[in-house]
């Protein structure tokens, strides 16, 4: 019998397709994840004209806003997805039962990792299909391995801070809220939504060097600057990337609850509404 269980890497392979599937039966959570950045493209797209960027450049408004959308959304995917999905498992009793099966807890939070990537992928993807295809975005050959380095280093850390969001929010109930209210103040400093150009006020200047965001957009945007010359890599928003990322595995590894919350509502009618998230049975 035991030569028959599966492999570790099927297991997790197996979580993260049902975490996928767990993911596509919310559809208030796929709308704000995939629709809510594309909605904000077509329409950025068709309002607005050419956009300033750094050096005194302008380029067309899907230019600009295709590449920093598309990482929004990884960021959604993994910063605010995953956060908020494993605090409302936590206080719902599903990571308790994870704990109480064999499921090793590396394989469930590895699938909800996992799971957030892969919807990253698609949302990048769809976003910089729509761009390209319709609205002619400039993409060079050339340069599509720094922007698969940008995002692999950008996806990998907003996931590790979307478990250090999960660990430190007080309730399930709460994390929605605490997640706006970190990832969307961000994005505005963070050429996503404006661009800051190149004469910001000091404080915003100084706000977006030093949160996460704006080094996951300026490194996967120079892939994609028409104006740019020479090479596309980014290493010191990479490694500023990289800290942040370590930072939040170390405070989700020092913080993560099991447990529900003290007062959470995680009684046998959310055990029943979810019951096998969170248990992966091989097929």
Same mark, same amino acid.
């Given at each position: ?20 599937? !767990? @993911?596509?039966? +919310? ?27 750094? #050096?005194?450049?302008?380029? /067309?408004? /899907?230019?600009?806003?295709?590449? *920093?959308?598309?990482?929004?959304? &990884? &960021?959604?995917? %993994? ?30 939070? #590895? ?9 990253? =992928?698609?949302? !990048? ?13 400039? /993409? ?11 995002? =692999? =280093? *950008? ?10 969001? /999960? &660990? ?27 661009? =800051? #150009?190149?004469?910001? &006020? ?7 060097? +030093? ?9 996967? @945007? ?16 990479? !490694? ?7 930072? #939040? ?6 913080? @993560?609850?099991?447990?529900?919350? %003290? ?21």
């Amino acid at each position: 019998m035991a030569d028959r269980l599966p492999s570790p890497l099927r297991l997790l392979v197996h979580q993260i397709g049902y975490q996928n599937r !767990v @993911f596509r039966r +919310v559809p208030i959570a796929a709308f704000f994840t995939l629709a809510f950045p594309l909605m904000f493209l077509l329409l950025f797209a068709a309002i607005f004209g050419d956009v300033g960027i750094s #050096g005194g450049h302008e380029v /067309a408004a /899907a230019q600009f806003y295709a590449p *920093g959308l598309a990482v929004f959304t &990884a &960021a959604s995917a %993994t910063y605010t997805n995953i956060g908020i999905s494993t605090a409302v498992a936590r206080d719902e009793g599903i990571l308790r039962r994870v704990r109480s099966t064999p499921l090793p807890r590396w394989v469930y939070l #590895g699938g909800v990792v996992g799971s957030g990537v892969c919807i990253a =992928v698609f949302g !990048v993807a769809l976003m910089l299909t729509v761009g390209i295809g319709i609205y002619g975005v400039d /993409a060079d050959a050339g340069r599509l391995l720094p922007a698969v380095v940008a995002f =692999v =280093v *950008g996806t990998a850390s907003f996931a590790m801070l979307g478990l250090a969001l /999960a &660990a430190l929010a007080p309730s399930g109930q709460s994390s929605p809220a605490l997640a706006q209210a970190t990832i969307l103040p961000m994005a505005f400093v963070s050429d996503v939504f404006i661009s =800051v #150009g190149d004469d910001p &006020a000091r404080w915003l200047e100084v706000v977006g060097d +030093v949160l996460p965001l704006k080094a996951f957009v300026e490194s996967f @945007f120079a892939a994609f600057d028409p104006y740019r010359t020479g090479s596309a890599w980014e290493p010191e928003l990479l !490694v500023r990337m990289g800290l942040w990322g370590v930072f #939040g595995a170390v405070v989700a590894a020092r913080r @993560f609850r099991w447990e529900p919350s %003290t007062g959470s509502s995680s009684g046998p009618r959310g055990d029943r509404s979810r019951r096998h998230q969170g248990r992966s049975v091989p097929s």
